[in-house]
C-alpha cells in the first residue's frame, strides 16, 4: 500500500521560503516520476514542478522558475520543493505526486491524472 505524507507548509511573509518534504511508504521515488501541483481556494489545481529522476529532467511553470527548486533525498527516500522569494500568489495547498516512470515523452507539466499516488496536501500561506 503506497503512502505519500506532504510536509512543511506554513505561513510565511512575502520574500520568505519554506521547504516542502514529500516522504513515501510502499514506493521508492528514485528512477521514478515525482511532481508537485498546488490549488489555491476557488482555483482549479495546477502544476508546479516535475521531475523525471530516470533522466533527471525538471519542469517549473513559468512562475516558480527561478525560486522554487525540487529535489530528491535518495537515501531517506525523499522529495523536496525549495520555495524561495515566496509571493501571496503562491498561496495554496500543495500536494505531491509520483509515478512509476518514466511517463514517456513527456517534456513539461504531466496533467495530474498521470499520476497514481498523492499525498494529502500541505497549506501554504504567504502573507502580504
Known amino acids: 500500500d503506497v503512502q505519500l505524507q506532504a510536509s512543511g507548509g506554513g505561513l510565511v511573509q512575502t520574500g520568505g521560503s519554506l521547504r516542502l518534504t514529500c516522504a513515501a511508504s510502499?514506493?521508492?521515488?528514485?528512477?521514478?516520476?515525482i511532481a508537485w501541483y498546488r490549488q489555491a481556494p476557488g482555483k482549479e489545481r495546477e502544476g508546479v514542478s516535475y521531475?523525471?529522476?530516470?533522466?533527471?529532467?525538471?519542469y517549473y511553470r513559468d512562475s516558480v522558475k527561478g525560486r522554487f527548486t525540487i529535489s530528491i533525498d535518495i537515501a531517506n527516500n525523499t522529495v523536496a520543493l525549495q520555495m524561495n522569494s515566496l509571493k501571496p500568489e503562491d498561496t495554496a495547498v500543495y500536494f505531491c505526486?509520483?509515478?512509476?516512470?518514466?511517463?514517456?515523452?513527456?517534456?513539461?507539466?504531466?496533467?495530474?491524472?498521470?499520476?497514481?499516488?498523492w499525498g494529502q496536501g500541505t497549506q501554504v500561506t504567504v502573507s502580504s
Open positions: 521531475f523525471s529522476t530516470s533522466d533527471d529532467y525538471k
Open positions: 510502499g514506493f521508492t521515488f528514485d528512477n521514478n516520476d
Open positions: 505526486a509520483a509515478v512509476e516512470g518514466p511517463l514517456p515523452r513527456i517534456r513539461s507539466m504531466p496533467h495530474g491524472n498521470l499520476f497514481d499516488y
